[in-house]
């Protein structure tokens, strides 16, 4: 009983030993390696033990994708058999036992494994080594292909459209869809196959006409892009408008004025673009004026008010829409006026500087015409107290009978009875009407003996 523990426990400690060394004796930097199509792939190996103390004896075998195992090479310290359908396509080095690849294809890919026997020549165990390498050959991919169902337009909201990109070759390949250069995702309309090859968009809308592209890329090839596809969507109308560059507008009204030729346009977002029809609105009737997008009214044909209406009508979708507006005939002012109402370019300072020069102006007229008024002048000279008529008069003379002399008003043309009035008379010269509109003449007669009474 004893000799059995006692064998027991050198044998794990054997195994013990053996795991240890063994676990040292090679070391493979990488368990993947990617390669390329075409090119050359080096599986390499480190052996940790000098080969001149050991003998070795080991294979490389190749497991394929589908599940199909084939030895590849087996070699010993002195001699190396490769399978003849791979002698030209593997290269085994020694003394390191790595394994070169020539002109890697898609048939290369899967596992590799090497299993490596060591026996020492100072010791009579057996090491066994094995490791497997993953690889992956990846392909380059070529320009894809776009292809769109159905190949022609669609309604909006009563068609699908699928998309798909293809490649002929390249491996690995990623998707991408873009429309406008904008790229795309999931949404509620548009739904993608699981490696993004096929787009569907179900239904289509006018926000999804435009340019499509596909881009196809893996991690050795950068986006490679497909042809630009057009996708047309026939839609509408949509935000059905009336304009018009003369009168005034009020909303859904316009303003002409009286005897003025008027342009209407009607515009709407459509596709294919859309028929129009004008009609006119008069006491619960209609009637179609014209057709076409422009229509022309004449001012002086018309009423004080009219109703019109224009009518958008797409003929592949076969929606439509209206918009009415009324017309009113109305004297809209000058262009000067006009332009004031649309936004005058004068100052309010400006315009009560003016203002206030014409009423100064007005004002010194005024005061002007009643300083200077002929008849107050007359009438401030002749209404003076009869004792300050009779003063010697200060005109400067040295001898007063200068002025000595009978003094008559004389009427140009006059329309009183009498050319002439003598001094007496002037007291009645308030009572003469219309004073103002008569030009009088001062006429001096120096009698040649002077009257004593005058003097008085």
Avoid at 65 to 81: C, P, Q
Wanted: with cysteine; net charge neutral; proline share 5%.
């Amino acid at each position: 009983m004893e000799a059995t523990g006692r064998t027991t426990l050198c044998i794990c400690s054997f195994l013990f030993i053996i795991t240890e060394v063994s676990s040292e004796l090679i070391h493979i930097p990488s368990l993947v390696h990617r390669g390329i199509e075409g090119k050359s792939l080096l599986l390499p190996v480190e052996t940790r033990f000098q080969l001149d103390e050991a003998e070795i004896q080991g294979t490389w075998s190749h497991t394929t994708t589908s599940g199909t195992r084939t030895t590849l090479v087996t070699f010993t310290k002195n001699a190396t058999i490769t399978d003849m359908m791979y002698r030209n396509h593997l290269l085994f080095r020694e003394p390191n036992v790595s394994l070169l690849i020539r002109k890697l294809n898609q048939d290369d890919e899967g596992d590799y494994h090497l299993n490596l026997n060591v026996q020492f020549h100072n010791n009579k165990g057996l090491f066994k080594e094995r490791r497997t390498v993953h690889v992956i050959v990846d392909v380059p991919v070529s320009t894809p292909v776009i292809e769109k169902s159905p190949s022609y337009a669609v309604v909006e909201d009563k068609a699908n459209v699928t998309w798909t990109c293809s490649v002929e070759r390249g491996t690995r390949v990623v998707f991408q869809w873009l429309r406008d250069n904008i790229p795309l995702g999931p949404g509620d309309r548009y739904h993608f196959s699981h490696d993004n090859s096929t787009l569907l968009i179900s239904p289509v809308r006018k926000e999804d006409k435009g340019i499509y592209w596909c881009v196809a890329s893996n991690p050795i090839s950068q986006g490679r892009h497909s042809r630009a596809v057009e996708l047309n969507v026939y839609y509408g109308p949509y935000n059905l408008e009336v304009n018009s560059g003369q009168g005034l507008r009020t909303g859904e009204v316009f303003t002409i004025n009286p005897g003025e030729l008027v342009f209407f346009e009607c515009q709407a977002d459509s596709n294919p673009p859309n028929s129009y029809v004008w009609i006119s609105k008069r006491r619960n009737t209609t009637m179609v004026i014209t057709e076409g997008p422009r229509l022309e009214v004449r001012s002086y044909r018309l009423a004080q008010a009219e109703e019109y209406m224009c009518r958008a009508f797409n003929n592949v979708t076969q929606k439509q829409d209206e918009a009415q507006f009324t017309l009113v005939v109305a004297s809209l002012g000058t262009g000067k006026e006009k332009h004031t109402q649309e936004g005058s370019s004068v100052s309010p300072l400006a315009a009560i500087t003016v203002g206030s020069l014409f009423i100064i102006s007005c004002m010194l007229l005024f005061f002007l015409r009643r300083t200077c008024h002929p008849k107050r002048v007359l009438m401030s000279i002749y209404n003076r107290p009869l004792a300050e008529q009779k003063r010697p008069h200060r005109s400067g003379h040295e001898d007063a009978t200068e002025d000595f002399g009978i003094y008559e008003f004389v009427s140009i043309p006059g329309k009183m009875e009498s050319a002439q009035a003598s001094c007496r008379s002037l007291a009645r010269f308030e009572s003469v009407q219309d004073m103002h509109t008569t030009i009088y003449d001062v006429i001096r007669h120096v009698p040649e003996t002077p009257s004593h009474s005058l003097l008085n």
